[in-house]
C-alpha cells in the first residue's frame, strides 16, 4: 500500500485553493492540468512508498512516540512549478514556517526512518502544497503573481495511504499524531 507522512490542509483553507486552481485555469484554458481535489490538499513530510499492513501497523505504533511536536502556524506564500518555471510538470503552492519548527518535524521523522533502513528519497525538504499536474508539457504557464495570505495551524500529522484509481488518488488517514 502506497503510504506518505503528510500535513493536511483544513477545509477553509482548501476552499482558497480551489479559487486559486480555478484563477489559473482560467488564466490557462489551451493547457490540460489534472486538479487535485480539495479534500486531498497536503503537504508531505516523508513519502514512504509501498508498505505491507503489517509494516504500516508497526511504523503507526512506533511513529507515535517520537512524533512530538508543538503546534505552528503555516503560511502558504507563493505559486510555482516543478522542476522549474521553463518546463513546469507540477503547480504548486510554496509553504513556510519561519520558526523551523517545520523542518524540525520533518528531519526528526526522516532520521528515525532511516534508522530503521526504510529506503527514502533524499532530496532536500522543498515543503509546498500540490495544486495540479501538467498531462503534457507546455513552455509557458500565466501564473498569478501574487496569492492572498494563507495561513493555517498544525496541530495534527497523519500517516496516509494513497490507493491509485482511473479518476485519481484516494487518500485516506491512517493514524493521526498531535494534539
Known amino acids: 500500500m502506497r503510504t506518505f507522512i503528510s500535513i493536511n490542509a483544513p477545509q477553509q483553507i482548501g476552499d482558497h485553493l480551489v479559487a486559486i486552481q480555478q484563477t489559473i485555469a482560467k488564466n490557462n ?12 490538499f497536503h503537504i508531505c513530510l516523508q513519502f514512504l512508498g509501498n508498505l505491507s499492513e503489517l509494516e504500516i501497523n508497526n511504523l503507526a505504533d512506533r511513529l507515535g512516540h517520537i512524533i512530538r511536536f508543538i503546534p505552528f502556524k503555516l503560511r502558504l506564500t507563493n505559486i510555482d ?15 513556510e514556517e519561519p520558526t523551523g519548527k517545520l523542518f524540525i518535524l520533518q528531519k ?7 534508522a530503521r533502513k526504510y529506503q527514502l ?24 503573481k501574487q496569492i492572498e495570505r494563507l495561513e493555517f495551524d498544525v496541530h495534527l500529522i497523519d500517516l496516509m495511504k494513497s490507493e ?10 491512517i493514524t493521526q499524531y498531535g494534539e
Open 81 to 95: 512549478c516543478f522542476p522549474n518555471h521553463f518546463e513546469p510538470r507540477v503547480i504548486v503552492i510554496n509553504a
Open 108 to 114: 526528526q521523522i526522516r532520521n528515525f526512518l532511516l
Open 121 to 144: 528519497d533524499l532530496k532536500p525538504f522543498k515543503p509546498h502544497l500540490t495544486l495540479g499536474r501538467l498531462k503534457y508539457q507546455t513552455s509557458f504557464l500565466n501564473l498569478p
Open 164 to 173: 491509485l484509481t482511473k479518476y485519481g488518488p484516494i487518500y485516506q488517514s
Open 29 to 40: 484554458s489551451q493547457t490540460n492540468i489534472k486538479w487535485v481535489e480539495p479534500e486531498n
